[in-house]
C-alpha cells in the first residue's frame, strides 16, 4: 500500500461518515418534531453533506483515475462505503436521533481539532472549516441529551434505551488498521486513542449531566471501516443512488 | 404525551457591527439557551447575524393600538422635529 492508497481509503472513510450521517438527517426534513428542529436537522444535515464533497474531491484527486465527487457518493457498491457503523443506524424516534448525534459529535470534533494540525494542507482545511460546524453540532446534541435525559419519565426511558443502542458502535469510531498507521507515522492524521480519553470524560459529563447511564461493557460492533455493514446500510443506498442509477449521469 | 405548546421567544439579529439589534422574528423553545440554538438556526443560516438577543414573548409590554391617537397623531403635525433644515455633506451615509 502506497501512502496515497493510503490517504484515498482514509479520506473516503471521512467522506463515507459524513454523507451517511448527513443522509440519514436530511431523512427528518419534513418530518422534525418541531418546524425550528426541522430546520435544525437539516441544517445539520447540509453542513455534513457539504463536508463530504470536500472529501470526496480530494479523494478523486489523489485517486486520479478520472473519477468525480459523484462517482464516489453514488456510484459504489454497498461493500465499498468504509463509514462506521454508527452512522448508518436507523433515525428511530427524535431522541435516538439525537444520541447516536451526540456520540458521533463528541467524535468528530476531537477528530478535527487533532486533524487541524495535519501535514497534509488540504485535509488540515478541510478540517478547520469543518470544526466550526461541528463545534455548533456538538452543542446542539449535548443540550438535547441534557433536557432529554433529565426531562420526563418517558424521555429519560427512551434516552436511556437510545444510549444503550448506540453505545454498541463507540469503540469502532476508535478503529484503526494499517491505513491509520501508516498516514499517523507520516504526520497526516492523528492517532484516535490520543483522543478516546477525552471521548470517554467529555460523553460522561453530558450523560451525567442528563442522568443517564453507559450501559455496562457491551459488544461492541465493527466491520464499517472494511466494507461489513449492518443491513440499514443497503437501504439507505437504495435511496440515495437511486437518481444516478435510474437516469446515469443526470443532473441538477 | 403533553401537548404542551413550548413559551414563544422574539427573536432581536445583530446584523453587524455598530448597528443595532432587529426583530427578525419569533419561535418556541423550551429555554432561552435553546431559543439562542433555534434562532441561530432558523433566522441566521444566511448569514443575517453577528449577535443574537432572545425575550420572552410575554414578557414585551405593548402599546395598546385603541391609545394611538392620543400617542402618536400629536407628533404629525411637528415637522421642526425633523432635521431636514440641515444640508448634509456628500459622502456621509447613514443618516
Known amino acids: ?252 | 404525551m403533553s401537548k404542551k405548546e413550548w413559551p414563544l421567544w422574539e427573536v432581536f439579529i445583530r446584523s453587524k457591527q455598530g448597528l443595532s439589534h432587529k426583530h427578525a422574528g419569533s419561535l418556541r423553545a423550551p429555554d432561552a439557551e435553546m431559543a439562542i440554538n433555534n434562532a441561530r438556526d432558523v433566522y441566521t443560516r444566511r448569514s443575517e447575524g453577528v449577535s443574537i438577543w432572545v425575550v420572552p414573548s410575554n414578557e414585551i409590554v405593548a402599546s395598546d393600538p385603541s391609545d394611538s391617537e392620543e400617542l402618536f397623531e400629536p407628533s404629525q403635525t411637528k415637522v421642526y422635529r425633523h432635521p431636514t433644515f440641515y444640508d448634509v455633506p456628500d459622502g456621509i451615509s447613514h443618516m
Open chain 1, 1 to 252: 500500500m502506497t501512502k496515497e492508497e493510503a490517504l484515498f481509503t482514509y479520506l473516503l472513510r471521512r467522506a463515507d461518515d459524513t454523507l451517511i450521517l448527513g443522509h440519514r438527517l436530511s431523512e427528518w426534513c419534513g418530518h422534525g418534531p418541531i418546524l425550528e428542529e426541522d430546520i435544525a436537522l437539516t441544517n445539520l444535515s447540509l453542513d455534513l453533506i457539504g463536508q463530504c464533497t470536500s472529501y470526496f474531491q480530494y479523494a478523486a484527486q489523489i485517486e486520479g483515475k478520472g473519477r468525480t465527487e459523484d462517482d464516489l457518493a453514488f456510484l459504489r457498491i454497498e461493500k465499498d462505503y468504509v463509514n462506521c457503523l454508527m452512522v448508518e443506524q436507523p433515525n428511530g424516534d427524535f431522541g435516538k436521533t439525537i444520541t447516536r448525534q451526540f456520540f458521533y459529535d463528541v467524535y468528530h470534533k476531537l477528530l478535527l481539532e487533532a486533524l487541524v494540525n495535519s501535514k497534509d494542507e488540504q485535509l488540515s482545511a478541510i478540517a478547520e472549516k469543518s470544526l466550526k460546524e461541528v463545534k455548533y453540532h456538538l452543542r446542539h446534541s449535548s443540550e438535547w441529551m441534557i433536557r432529554l435525559g433529565d426531562g420526563t419519565e418517558e424521555s429519560h426511558e427512551r434516552m436511556q434505551n437510545a444510549v444503550d443502542d448506540i453505545s454498541r458502535f463507540i469503540d469502532e469510531l476508535f478503529y484503526k488498521d494499517q491505513v491509520d498507521e501508516m498516514l499517523i507515522k507520516e504526520g497526516i492524521i492523528p492517532d484516535s486513542a490520543d483522543f478516546r480519553a477525552a471521548y470517554d470524560a467529555y460523553v460522561t459529563e453530558v450523560l451525567e449531566e442528563a442522568t443517564l447511564q453507559l450501559p455496562e461493557k457491551m459488544w461492541q460492533l465493527s466491520g464499517g471501516r472494511k466494507g461489513v455493514h449492518s443491513e440499514h446500510l443497503g437501504y439507505l443506498l437504495a435511496e440515495l443512488q437511486y437518481m444516478q442509477r435510474t437516469y446515469p449521469n443526470m443532473e441538477w
